[in-house]
Nanobody
């Protein structure tokens, strides 16, 4: 599956931004989709994903502020980010992996990646 992320930009602390990840090749429902992020000088880290039952799963740092959702009609996955903080500044990546019976939160568990979109939160 080929992934294309978009929607990044500059936002003030407390503001909102919505990222989108479009998939081509196969439907997003055929995969486990996730969002990761990588801040300058840091390792890529997990943000949000869906479990094999379709429920959502978040890193504690974004729980209650970020929402991952899937739009099968657009074959896309989105990440709505609210109440943003300067520490949310990073390049955000969408990723895909085969459906599995565990929650995958490590980058090495995903084999398809979008190109990344930069999100900057000013204080």
């Amino acid at each position: 599956v080929q992934l294309q992320a978009s929607g990044g930009g500059l936002v003030q602390a407390g503001g909102s931004l919505r990222l989108s990840c479009s998939a081509s090749g196969r439907t997003v429902g055929s995969y486990v989709m996730a969002w990761f992020r990588q801040a300058p000088g840091k390792e890529r880290e997990f943000v949000a994903t869906f479990t094999w039952t379709g429920t959502t799963y978040y890193d504690d740092s974004v729980k209650g502020r970020f929402t991952i959702s899937r739009d099968d009609t657009k074959n896309a996955v989105s990440l709505q980010m609210n109440t943003m903080k300067p520490e949310d500044t990073a390049v955000y990546y969408c990723a895909a992996r085969p459906i599995s019976s565990f929650v995958a939160t490590h980058p090495a568990q995903y084999d398809s990646w979008g190109q990344g979109t930069l999100v900057t939160v000013s204080s």
